[in-house]
């Protein structure tokens, strides 16, 4: 090993600004590889809300995180939910005022949640072969919106959520400008732009 090189210093210009995270929002076609359109948790930091935060804060969490689905996360860090935008907006919270007799204000996020036995997951390995058409397919096929991606930690082969995929991410990536309020609209504006 030979002497260390000293590199030299300058001073930060005035004004200078500073990196963001690329976007993942490069475009994709069709046919493109599935992993391009997801959020993969080992690049970027997940999303994340315990179960017993009341749901106001949980939407604004999701606002300023720029997301719409959070994992719901247990006192040892294990998922025990996933949190929607549709879950949030829709109509499980009304069905708990109704139901339960809360208040709007008193709703937490366990309260609407999916909970972690009703989750499905596609296999990191799935993905590693399929096409952005066919994560369109299978989110159509579930009627869902999102759906997350898993892998094993190679120590202890326990399952790890390792990636998302969103909708309205896909279809951004795909060259489709949408406001996402329903599976249904966003899927028949998917097809649109897919037909053209």
């Given at each position: 090993?030979?002497?260390?090189?000293?590199?030299k210093?300058s001073?930060?210009?005035?004004?200078?600004?500073?990196?963001?995270?690329?976007?993942q929002?490069?475009?994709?076609?069709?046919?493109?590889p599935a992993?391009?359109?997801?959020?993969?948790?080992?690049?970027?930091?997940?999303?994340t809300?315990?179960?017993?935060?009341l749901?106001?804060?949980?939407?604004?969490l999701?606002?300023?995180?720029?997301?719409?689905?959070?994992?719901?996360?247990?006192?040892?860090?294990d998922?025990?939910?996933?949190?929607?935008?549709?879950d949030?907006?829709g109509?499980?919270?009304?069905q708990?005022?109704q139901?339960?007799?809360?208040?709007?204000?008193?709703?937490?996020?366990?309260?609407v949640?999916?909970?972690?036995?009703?989750?499905?997951?596609?296999?990191?390995?799935?993905?590693?072969?399929?096409?952005?058409?066919?994560?369109?397919?299978?989110?159509?096929?579930h009627?869902?919106?999102h759906?997350?991606v898993?892998d094993?930690?190679?120590?202890?082969?326990?399952?790890?959520?390792?990636?998302?995929?969103?909708?309205?991410?896909?279809?951004r990536?795909?060259?489709?400008?949408?406001?996402?309020?329903s599976?249904?609209?966003?899927f028949?504006?998917?097809?649109?732009?897919l037909a053209s």
């Open positions: 090993m030979g002497s260390p090189n000293i590199l210093v001073s930060l210009d005035k004004g200078a600004g500073f990196h963001l995270p690329t976007s929002a490069d475009i994709v076609t069709p046919d493109s992993i391009e359109v997801m959020t993969d948790l080992k690049q970027i930091v997940a999303a809300v315990g179960s017993d935060v749901l106001s804060h949980a939407n604004h999701m606002i300023s995180r720029g997301v719409r689905s959070l994992l719901v996360t247990g006192s040892k860090g998922v025990v939910g996933l949190l929607t935008a549709t949030v907006l109509e499980k919270p009304m708990c005022v139901k339960q007799g809360l208040t709007h204000s008193e709703i937490t996020v366990k309260d949640m999916t909970p972690q036995n009703d989750i499905e997951v596609l296999t990191l390995k799935q993905v590693a072969q399929a096409k952005v058409i066919d994560i369109i397919e299978t989110l159509k096929v009627n869902r919106n759906a997350l898993v094993a930690d190679p120590l202890t082969e326990r399952q790890m959520v390792r990636g998302i995929f969103s909708a309205s991410q896909i279809a990536q795909l060259g489709v400008a949408t406001q996402i309020h599976v249904a609209k966003t028949a504006q998917i097809e649109a732009v």
